[in-house]
């Protein structure tokens, strides 16, 4: 009966892990995505001491007696944030970060979230000022988690490396706005929400200097024959458990029909 116990979970947790494999596939060309990785736990360990009394054995690194398991478990999904390949656009209002620990933040739903995707539009309002956006629409804030916006006929609008917002306006370019860059020391206080954003209960601390890489967009960092292999191996060890389950199956019918 065991042995079905343990094929059983084993698959169940294999499928998450596909299922975590499929989304980094998924996600191949979205800008700004960070690849996700299932770590495994062992479950429930069952150790049985088979060893007669007064029996000496040599040092050992695993406790005596037989270790019997009843398969793993995924404990936890761990997001990678090493850089992705950074891709040369030559639009004003692509920006890449060239640090991993730095963020750009975003009004999602009312909270302030960090996103690495750069690639910003400009959306014109009712009242004809310009909301500076991610590629989803959501305002792009300011250092005070402020929404940017642009004055009302301004034109030419571009990035500089430093953040800064520069349009024309009356003729003349003036700085308009500052994008904020937020810098996250310990990534693993980030959690992933979805859509490349990530929201953190620390405050997040501003960048100075020129953190922007202008005219460039930051690809995904999935490696698509790192991901095809683990998809080949997720699916290898699938098959091997349903095998173990049907043999053990077919075991157990034997015995039960044995008269």
Do not use: C, W
């Not at 997001?79 to 999602?108: C, E, M, W, Y």
């Not at 405050?203 to 930051?218: K, S």
């Amino acid at each position: 009966m065991q042995s079905l116990y343990t094929s059983a979970s084993t698959m169940a947790q294999l499928q998450k892990q596909l299922d975590t494999t499929g989304h980094n596939l998924a996600n191949v060309n979205t800008n700004g995505y960070k690849r996700r990785d299932a770590q495994f736990n062992e479950l429930l360990v069952r150790n049985i001491q088979n060893q007669p009394p007064g029996l000496t054995t040599g040092p050992l690194t695993t406790p005596q007696g037989l270790r019997l398991g009843v398969g793993g478990y995924v404990a936890n999904e761990a997001t990678r944030f090493t850089n992705g390949t950074f891709k040369k656009t030559d639009r004003a209002l692509d920006a890449a970060l060239s640090n991993p620990h730095h963020f750009f933040i975003v009004n999602d739903g009312g909270v302030a979230k960090a996103t690495r995707d750069g690639n910003f539009q400009l959306s014109p309002q009712d009242n004809g000022q310009i909301l500076l956006t991610d590629d989803a629409g959501r305002s792009v804030l300011n250092a005070a988690n402020d929404p940017i916006v642009l004055p009302a006929g301004a034109t030419g609008v571009e990035l500089n490396k430093d953040g800064n917002v520069t349009g024309i306006v009356n003729g003349e370019r003036r700085v308009l706005a500052r994008v904020a860059v937020a810098y996250v020391e310990n990534q693993d206080d980030l959690t992933d929400v979805g859509g490349g954003l990530y929201t953190s209960n620390k405050r997040y601390q501003e960048v100075q200097g020129n953190p922007l890489t202008v005219g460039t967009l930051e690809t995904s960092n999935v490696d698509m024959g790192t991901e095809m292999t683990n998809l080949t191996q997720i699916q290898r060890a699938y098959q091997f458990n349903s095998k173990a389950l049907m043999t053990s199956d077919q075991m157990m019918g034997i015995v039960t029909s044995l008269k």
